[in-house]
């Protein structure tokens, strides 16, 4: 089993594993867009004294250290990290129901998500001094980065890019608030325990960066009602205000959706054309994903 465990896992995960003193009796990689080129990876350890713990390899040791260090500066709602070695870390598993899977996700809990995201934004920067920020430069260019990936890759093309350049850049900011952000705050990745409480469990995204950012990805990442955003949005608003956000609606959203599918192309995950119809009909419709969203 130790080849087996060093080729699935990797060296560093794997010795996280071999340090735990019960032996391990099953794993399972649950990476929910798996690709061979990713380094990151999800998978859940079954151990022999019926314990199950997951645990997460990133796309570098800094990257794992980074989220370690975030971790610590945050509050309560977001699953804690047991051992972190190299790229990889072992985290507790939250029994429960993903949110993304209950029949219905009741306004308390959208108003409760809200809540938590609004906190996660109030974290001090103090706390995260060491971080390196993401800044809103950086997000510009990245932006321009993952454009120019899709162009050469043929998958826009130039009249369609020069729209969302249009659309995109009327609404740029000149300067955005940061802190910490999540980049991946969705159903998903909340998880309801027994106690009904909302864990998030999947805070491998976590950086330091620009708030609106934060809104944007979750605004793609889970779809909702226009009363369930109400709700989101009043849990929100208990910790920030959101009208700077919806001033830049449109330049957040298209950072977001051209990063999403270039993210996909080049790592050759299923449904690249789900972000770019978003986008599609973003540009085209701008306005009425405003007003939804007021
Ligand atoms: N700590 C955990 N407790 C309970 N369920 C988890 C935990 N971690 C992951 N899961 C389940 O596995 C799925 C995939 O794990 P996740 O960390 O979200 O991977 P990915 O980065 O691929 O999205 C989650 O959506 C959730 O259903
Ligand atoms: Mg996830």
Redesign the pocket.
């Known amino acids: 089993m130790n080849n087996t465990l060093d080729h699935a896992l990797g060296h560093d995960l794997a010795a996280l594993v071999r340090a735990r003193s019960v032996p391990l009796v099953a794993f399972d990689e ?4 798996p690709s061979v080129r990713r380094r990151q990876k ?1 998978f859940s350890f079954d151990f022999a004294d019926g314990t199950r713990l ?1 645990g ?1 390899r990133f796309k570098n040791a800094e990257r794992a250290e980074t989220v370690r260090q975030i971790r610590l500066a945050i509050g309560g709602g977001f ?1 804690q990290i047991l051992s972190r070695r190299g790229d990889s870390m072992l ?4 029994d429960g129901t ?1 949110l993304s899977k209950q029949r219905s996700i009741s306004p308390t809990q959208f108003h409760g998500c809200g809540e938590m995201l609004g906190a996660l934004h109030r974290v001090a920067m103090e706390d995260v001094a060491a971080v390196p920020p993401l800044t809103l430069g950086a997000v510009c260019e990245k932006f321009q980065r993952d454009i120019a990936e899709l162009v050469k890759s043929q998958l826009v093309n130039a009249s369609f890019v020069r729209d969302v350049h249009e659309a995109a850049l009327a609404c740029q900011p000149k300067n955005a608030t940061a802190g910490v952000i999540h980049r991946d705050f969705c159903a ?2 909340l ?1 309801v325990c027994a106690s009904n409480s909302v864990v998030c ?2 805070n ?1 995204g976590l950086a330091v960066g620009p708030h609106d950012l934060d809104l944007a990805r979750t605004w793609w990442r889970w779809p909702m009602t226009r009363r369930d955003w109400a709700q989101f949005v009043s849990g929100y608003m208990e910790h920030r205000d959101m009208s700077e956000f919806l001033d830049n609606f449109v330049f957040w959203a298209s950072c977001v959706l051209v990063g999403s599918a270039a993210l996909r192309h080049r790592y050759c995950t299923p449904g690249i054309r789900e972000p770019l119809d978003r986008l599609q009909r973003l540009i085209e419709h701008h306005q009425s994903f405003f007003v939804a969203l007021n």
Request: proline share 0%.
């Open positions: 649950i990476t929910s867009l999800a997951k997460r699953s985290l507790e598993w939250i993903s998903e990745n998880v469990i999947d491998a």
